[in-house]
Each structure stands twice: as structure tokens, then as C-alpha cells.
């Protein structure tokens, strides 16, 4: 999947998944923070975004995984570690 496709499918992701009602894609930028500052997300959204990744790219992210924060930092970390895990 190209890297424009892979950034718009994970935003369409993160509003579908976590019922984001009032953001559209293009709003959402892609080294922006998902947490805290940025989106504002919190630990149950992370929980959620991380089931709808699964079920979405057969991506598992660990939750105890000392990179976990790191991939869930930005749009652009989510999307080069689902990158990371496709098949070539």
C-alpha cells in the first residue's frame, strides 16, 4: 500500500474506531501527537485503536512492548510500523 493511501486508510481508522464525529482526515496531521497534545487521545483509545489495527492489517501491537508509545506517538509512527509488518 503507498505511503499517501496507508496515512489516509489509518486517519479514516482512528475516526471510524474511536467514533471521532467532528475531525475529518484531512484535519488530522500526520506528526502530529495522538495523545495528550494533538488528538488529545487517551489510554482507552489506544486500547481501541490498537483492536481496530489488528482486525484491520493483522498487526498486533504489544501493550507491554517498550515501543508501543513510540508507534502510537503520530499518524506517521502508526502508519511506518504498519508498514514495517506488511507483507512485501
Same mark, same amino acid.
Given at each position: 500500500? *503507498?505511503? /499517501?493511501?496507508?496515512?489516509?486508510?489509518?486517519? @479514516? #481508522? %482512528?475516526? &471510524?474506531? =474511536?467514533?471521532? &464525529?467532528?475531525? $475529518?482526515?484531512?484535519?488530522?496531521?500526520?506528526? &502530529?501527537? #495522538?495523545?495528550?497534545?494533538? =488528538? !488529545?487521545?487517551?489510554?482507552?483509545? +489506544? #486500547?481501541?485503536? !490498537?483492536? *481496530? %489495527?489488528? @482486525?484491520?492489517? !493483522?498487526?498486533?501491537?504489544? +501493550?507491554?512492548? &517498550? !515501543? /508501543? @508509545?513510540?508507534?502510537? *506517538? $503520530?499518524? *506517521? $509512527? #502508526?502508519?511506518?510500523? %504498519?508498514? $514495517?509488518?506488511?507483507?512485501?
Amino acid at each position: 500500500m *503507498a505511503h /499517501t493511501e496507508l496515512n489516509l486508510a489509518v486517519k @479514516k #481508522l %482512528i475516526i &471510524e474506531s =474511536l467514533d471521532l &464525529e467532528d475531525i $475529518s482526515p484531512e484535519e488530522i496531521i500526520d506528526d &502530529e501527537p #495522538l495523545f495528550i497534545d494533538g =488528538l !488529545g487521545l487517551d489510554s482507552i483509545d +489506544a #486500547l481501541e485503536l !490498537g483492536l *481496530a %489495527i489488528k @482486525k484491520q492489517y !493483522g498487526v498486533k501491537i504489544d +501493550a507491554n512492548s &517498550e !515501543g /508501543t @508509545k513510540q508507534h502510537f *506517538a $503520530s499518524v *506517521a $509512527s #502508526l502508519c511506518a510500523f %504498519i508498514a $514495517s509488518h506488511e507483507p512485501a
